[in-house]
């Protein structure tokens, strides 16, 4: 039965960029942030950091660092993925962001959370007012914006599957 839900939310899970002012409770955040930090890591060395943003001034303020990052206005919530990013001491640190990323993604929408993933790095042109925004250290890298909030939209289930991209063995 458990398989079969998670195979629900990966299904469902999409890109939501508009929201209802429903507030997303603490208990369900800490279920978010539990299910990120859960992720694998590379050598288990979890070179992440998150930063819960619920300040409605400061999801417009990282708003404005981005055309496409317009839903952080309605959004009730955004977590940002950053990492110390020390490519000889974590070298894997963008997989291992990009996995909690995904558990992040997946535990909201079991939760019927909507999110859309705001890519950050490598554009240290956005992500530097970002960091400028939220206090974040000069030696760490913003991975991502993660927007969140109650769904104010609808969007089609995937059911992606590209036959021309799978290969066996061999490419």
Not at 111 to 120: A, E, K, S
Request: charged share 30%; net charge negative.
């Amino acid at each position: 039965v458990k398989e079969e839900n998670l195979m629900k939310e990966i299904y469902e899970r999409r890109s939501i960029r508009k929201y209802t002012e429903q507030e997303i409770s603490d208990e369900d955040m800490q279920k978010i942030l539990k299910a990120g930090m859960n992720a694998p890591s590379a050598h288990n060395l979890k070179p992440y950091d998150l930063i819960v943003v619920r300040n409605k001034e400061t999801l417009k303020k990282l708003a404005d660092c981005c055309i496409y990052s317009h839903m952080l206005n309605e959004a009730n919530a955004a977590i940002v993925v950053c990492s110390s990013a020390d490519d000889e001491k974590t070298p894997y640190w963008e997989a291992d962001c990009g996995a909690v990323t995904e558990n992040i993604l997946l535990e909201a929408t079991s939760l019927g959370i909507g999110t859309c993933w705001l890519g950050g790095y490598p554009d240290l042109e956005k992500t530097g007012m970002e960091k400028k925004i939220l206090g974040v250290p000069e030696n760490y890298q913003i991975f991502c914006v993660i927007s969140m909030g109650y769904p104010a939209e609808t969007r089609k289930v995937n059911d992606n599957y590209y036959e021309e991209k799978v290969h066996y063995e061999k490419f």
